[in-house]
């Protein structure tokens, strides 16, 4: 049963991102209702283009916790939840930076969505400025079966952007592993935002995932998109989408026409 494929009707499918100013309780916040207004601004501009889903995360949160708190939790819940009645048919996604997926379960859940991502889930990682990173897939698994998610798909990034491997393996081995632990898709970034990855490492991921869906999570625009396409099963897009702070109405169209274009080949 691919699960991905039955939530996303859509050959390739896109999921724009939008990415929150900072919310209420952190440095810089401008007030849960700007929050909210640029959240329902960004999201027209990504389904008016046609992207298939969008994925709400805290991204303006600094200083960013590997736990989030009781605000980010409730603030974030709150817009996620605005966005899902705002939306007309687009899948909503939550992700809940830096890392912690219960709790993105737990919004995704109580906020009517339908997926999350989650940058860590079977890899030991780490990142300099916040050290090892907790990984325990079977706990969230678990954990969204007691709150009674279970239809919640789990987008799992494999070897994420920004960390370094403590104990360095395949990129196959980790996407066959994220598929052993109940992964939806597998999610393959370059080394940095605004990178794509290589053509070789998507092929990769893809021997090691089988019949589970990869997805290019970073560095997809329309100058790529074609090439990246031709490999991945989808993308999350969300930088190249932008101008400025805010989703660009143009850029979404722009992109997807040419995947459009892409799916109608013969």
Request: charged share 20%.
């Amino acid at each position: 049963m691919n699960r991905f494929a039955d939530l996303f009707s859509a050959p390739r499918p896109i999921i724009g991102v939008i990415h929150l100013p900072a919310l209420p309780g952190s440095t810089g916040s401008p007030g849960l209702g700007e929050v909210l207004k640029r959240a329902l601004t960004d999201l027209a501009a990504l389904e008016g283009g046609g992207v298939h889903g969008v994925l709400v995360s805290n991204d303006g949160d600094q200083p960013r916790r590997l736990k989030a708190g009781a605000d980010t939790i409730s603030a974030l819940t709150r817009v996620a939840h605005e966005i899902v009645l705002a939306s007309n048919g687009v899948k909503v996604g939550v992700q809940v930076l830096l890392n912690d997926p219960e709790a993105s379960v737990a919004v995704a859940q109580m906020a009517g969505a339908s997926f999350i991502r989650t940058d860590f889930f079977v890899d030991a990682m780490q990142r300099p400025e916040y050290g090892p990173i907790e990984i325990a897939p079977q706990q969230l698994v678990e954990y969204r079966a007691g709150i009674g998610a279970g239809d919640l798909l789990i987008l799992a990034d494999v070897q994420v952007k920004y960390a370094q491997m403590i104990d360095p393996r395949p990129l196959a081995d980790s996407a066959a592993q994220a598929v052993e632990c109940a992964a939806d898709a597998i999610v393959v970034t370059g080394s940095v935002t605004g990178e794509a990855p290589a053509w070789a490492s998507l092929r990769e991921a893809k021997q090691g995932a089988g019949h589970c869906p990869v997805l290019v999570g970073s560095g997809l625009d329309l100058s790529n998109a074609a090439d990246l396409l031709r490999t991945a099963d989808g993308a999350i897009v969300g930088t190249s989408l932008k101008t400025g702070a805010y989703v660009d109405a143009g850029k979404v169209r722009a992109l997807m026409a040419a995947v459009s274009a892409l799916d109608s080949r013969p």
